[in-house]
């Protein structure tokens, strides 16, 4: 079985200043999705990057970007020029490209991101 | 397009009640999957249905029960409710299992 573990429950960062959060996984399978997604006070489960485990090229959309390190078994997100808006709970998330496997996905215990003015 | 919509938002059932939710995907998608959240044990997968079809199923008691309509919506049900039913559950839809996932606001269940 897979397993995913966000080792920072709560993390801080300043306006337009720059945070990683790091995520680990464990699986034994070679192919694979990770995610990344955001929950705001609102509860709706927001996607925020994904990344193919065959693509060696990181996954970047505008301010956000992982660093994907499969030998490592290591997906960190990083994000540029925090907002405030960026302030959620931030959910790193493991999806086999197995058709019995389906849709399910695989979730860590998430890290809570403040962002200060 | 419509998102996912889950109905109600909010429920108080009573322990040893039933309580069934209600999750209508994007238009067009036939993959439904069930996420339960609680604080203790964060996102736990529940089951999937794919074209009326159970096609995954997670590690839960034979209480919860889930099935979809030709429509592609789906109903979950919970039997016999316990205190530790108190959950966030959401639903979330796609057009196929490949295909990226997309979230309901969820269902605040309380059980007292």
């Known amino acids: 079985a897979q397993t995913v573990t966000q080792s920072q429950p709560e993390m801080s960062v300043q306006e337009a200043e720059t945070v990683t959060l790091s995520c680990t996984y464990d699986?034994?399978?070679?192919?694979?999705?990770l995610f990344w997604y955001k929950q705001p006070p609102s509860r709706q489960m927001i996607l925020v990057i994904r990344q193919e485990a065959y693509k060696q090229q990181n996954a970047t959309e505008n301010r956000f970007s992982v660093n994907f390190q499969k030998a490592a078994k290591s997906f960190s997100l990083k994000i540029s020029d925090s907002q405030l808006g960026d302030a959620a709970m931030y959910f790193c998330?493991?999806?086999?490209?197995?058709?019995?496997?389906?849709?399910?996905?695989?979730f860590g215990e998430g890290t809570q991101l403040t962002v200060n003015p | 397009k419509a998102g996912v919509t889950q109905t109600p938002r909010y429920l108080i059932k009573t322990r040893g009640q039933q309580v069934t939710l209600s999750c209508s995907p994007i238009s067009g998608h036939r993959s439904v999957s069930w996420y339960q959240q609680t604080p203790g044990q964060g996102l736990q997968f529940l089951f999937e249905?794919?074209?009326?079809?159970?096609?995954n199923k997670g590690n839960f008691p034979g209480r919860f029960s889930g099935r979809q309509f030709s429509n592609s919506r789906s109903e979950m049900n919970v039997s016999t409710l316990e205190l530790g039913d108190s959950a966030l559950y959401l639903c979330a839809s796609s057009l196929d299992i490949f295909y990226e996932q997309y979230f309901g606001p969820g269902t605040r269940l309380t059980v007292t």
């Open positions: 249905y794919f074209s009326e079809t159970q096609r």
């Open positions: 699986t034994s399978e070679s192919d694979y999705y």
């Open positions: 998330a493991y999806r086999s490209r197995k058709e019995t496997s389906g849709s399910r996905l695989t």
